[in-house]
């Protein structure tokens, strides 16, 4: 079996990755990361000063989603193919610090960073507060498999948080240097209530959507909460755990398909299965 019908990816169906990332419940935790990410004055100034994502929000959300889906799910050529074409993008945008009016590079290793580990924290942690039975070993696999996808954007792997440990110093490191801005509160704002398709706004789309925006906020660590000048009580976490896990048993059974990437990795998948027992016989 030659070419990609045996490249399996960056991960692989034995990988802890493809498990977290089969959750549909992770379009949860991609807003969850996007309120966080709100809160790195540079991160959320290079987004605002560079984008519409006021007009194009939903394009913007599902060409994330198929990064993210291609990263995880695609063969290795394409995963790097699609992290050149992120770097490239990257590489000529600049934006305006709002305190100090300094330009920086919108691929500052220090914003990628942040970028990176707010997400793959957001995936794992949505996903097994939803309910995926992950053990902290399992965990920390996940952080360490996914130092590979922050490699596609640019960072040097040995300065990326690898564990659920050093996740945990990290986010105590850029701490002090996480405020609400008048750019974040923007976002934070257009976040809970975006637009939507005029027959939607206000019968499923705009109380659904809500909801979600709700949930995912709520699902924020206490520190960044009270940073949105929220409330970071013990009782928030835990109702946010359980209509997290309520969402995801409802995802679950809609008719919700999923896409070709990853029937396109599971035909592969597959494919190796089958010429392994074949050469076994």
């Not at 705009?206 to 909801?211: D, G, N």
């Amino acid at each position: 079996m030659q070419g990609t019908e045996s490249d399996l990816g960056l991960f692989g169906p034995d990988s802890v990755s493809w498990r977290v990332h089969r959750e549909p419940v992770l379009w949860l935790a991609g807003i969850r990361a996007l309120y966080l990410q709100a809160l790195h004055p540079r991160a959320v100034a290079g987004v605002v000063q560079n984008s519409d994502f006021r007009r194009d929000c939903w394009a913007r959300l599902m060409r994330t989603a198929e990064y993210v889906g291609t990263v995880v799910y695609g063969t290795t050529d394409d995963a790097e193919a699609a992290g050149r074409r992120v770097r490239a993008v990257h590489d000529r945008l600049r934006g305006v610090d709002p305190f100090t009016g300094e330009r920086f590079r919108v691929d500052d290793p220090e914003l990628l960073r942040w970028v990176h580990v707010t997400e793959v924290e957001s995936f794992v942690t949505t996903a097994r507060r939803a309910g995926l039975a992950l053990t902290d070993d399992e965990t920390d696999a996940y952080y360490t498999e996914q130092v590979r996808a922050a490699a596609l954007v640019g960072l040097d792997p040995s300065t990326v948080p690898a564990a659920t440990s050093e996740v945990h110093d990290y986010y105590e490191r850029m701490r002090p240097e996480l405020t609400l801005t008048a750019e974040g509160r923007d976002v934070a704002r257009f976040l809970a209530a975006p637009p939507m398709p005029r027959a939607l706004a206000w019968t499923v789309g705009r109380p659904a959507w809500l909801s979600v925006s709700g949930v995912a906020f709520a699902l924020l660590p206490r520190w960044a909460r009270r940073l949105y000048r929220m409330p970071g009580l013990p009782t928030t976490d835990v109702a946010a755990s359980l209509a997290s896990h309520a969402l995801r048993d409802v995802v679950r059974v809609l008719p919700v398909r999923d896409g070709p990437i990853y029937h396109d990795a599971m035909r592969r998948a597959e494919a190796v299965r089958s010429g392994q027992k074949a050469a076994d016989r």
